[in-house]
């Protein structure tokens, strides 16, 4: 499968060398991308970048699999989350491109985890997945087929509003040294 990451930084790339290992083409996209989009698109940036690549590429991303990772966070004040309470960065974009299927995925885990393949050098690396089209998180699923990665169905997109309070209460705990980048919240299964 083709696969653009938008996002160079170290979760980009972590993402992006999963797909590679499981046998994908992947092409890392910044502000400035101009070639054609692969099958499936990750939005490997902050939250607020979503807006400038949705403006960017909304033609473009019409019927591709869009991969949100986005914890909206609100950075200014480090205590809540950006979106309705009632809703998620994934719902949010889903609203913004109709007609591509976004997958909620990767943002409850740190790019060292990703990197690894383990969560605390212990446990295997989870990635947990939400979209409401099951055809969609099963590509995700067999995509990433061939990494260390095990992917985790949390269910619909309304999921999503979970996965970004649990992605957000992890990233808190680390930046206040409850643990390192490198451990987290692992899925025993």
Request: proline share 3%; glycine share 10%; aromatic share 6%.
């Amino acid at each position: 499968m083709n696969i653009t990451v938008f996002g160079k930084g170290n979760m980009g790339k972590a993402i992006g060398a999963n797909f590679e290992k499981a046998g994908n083409q992947v092409t890392y996209a910044g502000r400035d991308f101009k070639d054609v989009l692969g099958d499936m698109v990750v939005l490997a940036v902050p939250y607020g970048a979503v807006d400038a690549i949705i403006g960017a590429h909304a033609e473009e991303l019409k019927g591709k699999i869009v991969i949100d990772i986005t914890n909206p966070v609100n950075f200014d004040t480090f205590d809540s989350l950006v979106v309705p309470a009632d809703s998620s960065a994934a719902q949010e974009i889903q609203k913004k491109l109709p007609e591509s299927v976004v997958v909620k995925a990767f943002n409850t885990t740190f790019a060292a985890t990703l990197a690894s393949g383990q969560v605390g050098g212990k446990e295997p690396t989870v990635v947990l997945i939400a979209s409401d089209d099951a055809e969609a998180k099963q590509k995700v699923k067999d995509a990433l087929d061939g990494s260390p990665l095990s992917v985790l169905d949390a269910g619909a997109l309304k999921r999503a509003r979970e996965l970004e309070a649990m992605g957000f209460l992890q990233i808190s705990m680390a930046a206040r040294k409850q643990f390192g980048w490198t451990g987290g919240f692992a899925v025993i299964k």
